[in-house]
Nanobody, 114 residues
Framework: VQLQASGGGLVQAGGYLRLSCAASGSIFSSNVMGWYRQAPGKQRELVAAITSGGLANYADSVKGRFTISRDNANNTVYVQMTSLKPEDTAVYYC?????????WGQGTQVTVSS
């Protein structure tokens, strides 16, 4: 299983970005895809996750600003990030949980300037 993330970049505070992550390989229909982030000197934290059935959960810090979605036909997960803050600056990683196994993408940098 491989995941390819894209969409990071530099944006001003208050701006928006959309991250995409496409999974390939042996993808079972029942899975959970998500986004995590890791800021310098901090632990990796969950941003949002979504089941193949569309149930989503979010970190409190991004509720109301970020929206996770997915395209099951193409095994792709997205996160629409709005009202970005400097504290959202981090490397964002996508992951997929398949039957107890977790796979990670390579990470994409998001930098929010004040």
């Amino acid at each position: 299983v491989q995941l390819q993330a894209s969409g990071g970049g530099l944006v001003q505070a208050g701006g928006y970005l959309r991250l995409s992550c496409a999974a390939s390989g042996s993808i079972f229909s029942s899975n959970v895809m998500g986004w995590y982030r890791q800021a310098p000197g901090k632990q990796r934290e969950l941003v949002a996750a979504i089941t193949s059935g569309g149930l989503a959960n979010y970190a409190d810090s991004v509720k109301g600003r970020f929206t996770i979605s997915r395209d099951n036909a193409n095994n792709t997960v997205y996160v629409q990030m709005t009202s970005l803050k400097p504290e959202d600056t981090a490397v964002y990683y996508c992951d997929i949980m398949l039957r107890g196994h977790e796979y990670w993408g390579q990470g994409t940098q998001v930098t929010v300037s004040s």
